[in-house]
T-cell receptor
Framework: GESVGLHLPTLSVQEGDNSIINCAYS??????FIWYKQESGKGPQFIID?????DKRQGQRVTVLLNKTVKHLSLQIAATQPGDSAVYFC????????????FGKGTLLTVNP | EPEVTQTPSHQVTQMGQEVILRCVPI?????FYWYRQILGQKVEFLVS????????KSEIFDDQFSVERPDGSNFTLKIRSTKLEDSAMYFC???????????FGQGTRLTVV
């Protein structure tokens, strides 16, 4: 069954603001949680990952937070730009599965100029 | 920058016909995948392939589906007898040692009529 899902299907922000995209998961056995970005007409693109033994990881303008207590994952984008407009998916691997990613439903982020 | 390439970009086929979707993964990658995405929905895992054999397959990947890596560079997905519900965007992906960091192609839109 499905174990990864999104709180909000759409998010609209002003250019320059920070964005927070949320994801809930139910499978505690995952080793990695990953964020992918999908622009219109393209395949998903890896953004950042976090191991299950971490609670925060930072990249360039992005931060992923993992709260295992409430099984919640978030992606924070600083100073959101028009090029950040896309659908964002959280994904997880499941310990014991062989190279399988399970994707959540996705959140559409729209950045207004 | 290396990328995963897929052909064709769009395939229209009649129900019951066989289709072959083609992919050229990134050359030094070890893991290969097919995912599909029905319009507006989440990305669904079909199959993972490593060391010249299927590592894992989903319940979607039934006897009508098969994969091949015939020559060390191409990776194909065959659907023997297409059904209307096979209509979707099919993504090929590949990854290196960090298998969860998958690089996706642009996709093949399969339309079964």
């Amino acid at each position: 069954g499905e174990s990864v899902g999104l709180h909000l299907p759409t998010l609209s922000v002003q250019e320059g603001d920070n964005s927070i995209i949320n994801c809930a998961y139910s499978n505690s056995a995952s080793d990695y949680f990953i964020w992918y970005k999908q622009e219109s007409g393209k395949g998903p693109q890896f953004i950042i990952d976090i191991r299950s033994n971490m609670d925060k990881r930072q990249g360039q303008r992005v931060t992923v937070l993992l709260n295992k207590t409430v099984k919640h994952l978030s992606l924070q984008i600083a100073a959101t730009q028009p090029g950040d407009s896309a659908v964002y998916f959280c994904a997880e691997n499941t310990r014991g599965s062989n190279y399988k990613l399970t994707f959540g439903k996705g959140t559409l982020l729209t950045v207004n100029p | 920058e290396p990328e995963v390439t897929q052909t064709p970009s769009h395939q229209v086929t009649q129900m019951g016909q066989e289709v072959i979707l083609r992919c050229v993964p990134i050359s030094n990658h070890l893991y290969f995948y097919w995912y599909r995405q029905i319009l507006g929905q989440k990305v669904e895992f079909l199959v993972s392939f490593y060391n010249n054999e299927i590592s894992e397959k989903s319940e979607i990947f039934d006897d009508q589906f098969s994969v091949e890596r015939p020559d060390g560079s191409n990776f194909t997905l065959k659907i023997r007898s297409t059904k209307l519900e096979d209509s979707a965007m099919y993504f090929c992906a590949s990854s290196g040692l960090r298998w969860w960091e998958a690089f996706f192609g642009q996709g093949t839109r399969l339309t079964v009529v």
